[in-house]
């Protein structure tokens, strides 16, 4: 029986992943480095910042210190606030999906992204209120692919919640596969989303929706 909601927060509830590619591309750009939209979507997506310019340097055999990586993630970070004041980042049906779920279960989020984005959108959008936890790139020492933000997630909600409530009792809702990767290994129950990729390549998940529309509460008791 699942007794607790744990989204992903880019690529599932805000449609932000096309504005971090476009931060991205634009520091990188400045340090000299050509990055493309599709090199980002096939090898960089499931990381957090500090994740994505740590690899970029790997893989380009730059020798970046962690004080020039940090500068990088407030930069691209200070990119990201202008690129979403343009407009809504949300996808369809997110309101509507939390709020149905919320009034059922408790909800969580467990994301890569920095607690200061994940919040700006929440309260633009007054969505903050229905998440019981939040956890987000700072509070795990490994991002996603590893357990660990889910791992916290659950822990997190146990202590709010329910004492004895075990991640098999929670189901995350991812939109790649390093996400479901990460929510599998923390024992978690899977719902895909095929915002970012297609089903094939979310393969795995106890259910694959196309659309928020389709997570409902009955959609979720039936995992």
């Not at 969580?108 to 959108?121: C, D």
Request: with cysteine.
């Amino acid at each position: 029986m699942i007794k607790a909601v744990v989204f992903d927060f880019d690529g599932v509830i805000a449609n932000s992943e096309p504005l971090h590619c476009l931060a991205f591309r634009e520091v990188l750009r400045e340090e000299g480095i050509a990055f493309t939209e599709q090199e980002y979507y096939a090898s960089y997506l499931g990381y957090d910042d500090i994740g994505v310019f740590r690899a970029v340097a790997a893989a380009r055999r730059l020798t970046w210190t962690a004080d020039h990586v940090a500068a990088l993630v407030d930069r691209k970070a200070v990119r990201l606030e202008v690129l979403e004041r343009e407009g809504s980042v949300l996808f369809p049906g997110a309101h509507a999906a939390i709020t149905r779920l919320a009034a059922s279960l408790p909800l969580a989020i467990a994301s890569g992204a920095l607690r200061a984005e994940i919040l700006r959108v929440l309260n633009h959008t007054e969505l903050a209120g229905f998440f019981r936890v939040l956890v987000a790139a700072e509070d795990t020492p490994r991002s996603k692919p590893a357990p660990d933000p889910y791992l916290r997630a659950v822990s997190l909600l146990a202590a709010s919640v329910e004492p004895t409530l075990a991640p098999g009792e929670c189901v995350a809702i991812e939109d790649s596969h390093w996400g479901l990767e990460s929510a599998r290994a923390a024992g978690l129950r899977t719902i895909a989303i095929t915002h970012t990729y297609p089903a094939s390549s979310l393969e795995g998940a106890d259910l694959t929706i196309d659309s928020l529309d389709a997570l409902t509460v009955a959609a979720v008791s039936r995992i």
